[in-house]
């Protein structure tokens, strides 16, 4: 029979009086050797309180029930399916808990399975976006401070903008292949639905930057877009007389477009740095980003955000129908 929670204040009172286990096992009519057992799991820094043996033992026995959810061979195709899409323990997990009604298996413990040195020969760890051995911090990328001819700040941008309320509010940026002076990849997020658009162009001038805009918002509306510092967004005004307000973060801030920066990190997965866009044709990129797109978010509930885009979309035409 196990130790119960009278018996364990009795304990701990007995031994905070220095009354031996032997006698304490008498006066409870246990063995010795039970005593000495639930001492020795349930104290800790090497005293012995009740409420905290009583959690201990409830813990384990709670534990003592529940399967590993990888022990499950549907949970584990999954997770493994999921992977090697390119899916984050986080996505894996939400989008489970969204599909079930109820989490199935936390993205903690997906890491731990990954990283589990019992585990390394599988080199699960190749799977995840930045492909490390072992778990680092993130670290943004700076961006350079050039003059742009009537730039208007960040600060001046309206501040229903930062409330992700309304659809339509764009951030920008250009993703450099191997070689500066060469092809390279406009991209452009949605901030309320983290919808990716991105378009290859010849160079990083500012002719070939605004066109590749133009393009986008001609297929999508935008309200506002707000661009980093390179010389790439000088025609930023051809924007504005098209109805469309242009905001530059300050310098060395890109936290202040982390939405586009972290939409370029999930680009970067398949096109990583060094990478050459000279043999990538549209074709190909719009692939990548229809993968992106259709790829649960947390930030979206684990819906995606092509999901979430239809539904503004769908919500706008209805509003302009009637």
């Known amino acids: 029979m196990q130790i119960q929670p009278k018996e364990r204040d009795k304990i701990a009172l007995l031994l905070a009086s220095g009354v031996s286990l032997r006698l304490i096992a008498k006066k409870l009519s246990r063995s010795v050797s039970s005593i000495s057992e639930e001492v020795k799991r349930n104290s800790y820094s090497g005293e012995y309180r009740a409420i905290h043996a009583q959690r201990l033992s409830n813990n384990r026995k709670n534990n003592s029930h529940h399967r590993h959810p990888l022990k499950n061979k549907l949970v584990y195709a999954y997770v493994l399916e999921k992977l090697k899409e390119g899916w984050s323990p986080e996505q894996i997990d939400g989008r489970l808990k969204l599909k079930n009604g109820h989490r199935v298996i936390s993205y903690e413990c997906i890491y731990q399975f990954i990283f589990n040195p019992q585990n390394k020969d599988k080199r699960l760890w ?3 976006p930045l ?67 991105a378009t290859i162009i010849d160079s990083k001038s500012s002719i070939d930057t605004i066109e590749a805009q133009k393009k986008i918002f001609a297929e999508i509306p935008a309200r506002t877009v707000t661009m980093d510092n390179g010389a790439e967004f000088a025609k930023h005004e051809e924007l504005t007389k098209l109805g469309i307000k242009t905001f530059f973060a300050d310098p060395y801030c890109s936290g202040q477009r982390g939405t586009n920066e972290n939409t370029n990190g ?9 990478t050459s866009f000279e043999n990538i044709d549209q074709g190909e990129l719009n692939d990548i980003v229809f993968e ?14 092509r999901e979430v885009l239809e539904l503004e979309l769908l919500i706008k035409s209805d509003r302009i129908r009637f």
């Open 126 to 128: 190749e799977y995840l």
């Open 131 to 197: 492909k490390r051995k072992r778990r680092t911090k993130k670290h943004g990328r700076k961006s350079q401070r050039i003059r742009i001819p009537n730039r208007v700040t960040i600060h001046l941008r309206p501040k229903s903008v930062e409330k992700r309320k309304e659809f339509g509010h764009w951030e920008a940026d250009s993703v450099i292949g191997s070689q500066t002076k060469s092809k390279i990849i406009h991209t452009e997020v949605e901030r309320k639905t983290r919808y990716l658009q």
């Open 266 to 274: 999930l680009l970067r997965r398949y096109l990583p740095k060094k």
């Open 292 to 305: 992106i797109n259709n790829r649960p978010r947390k930030v979206l509930k684990f819906q995606t955000p």
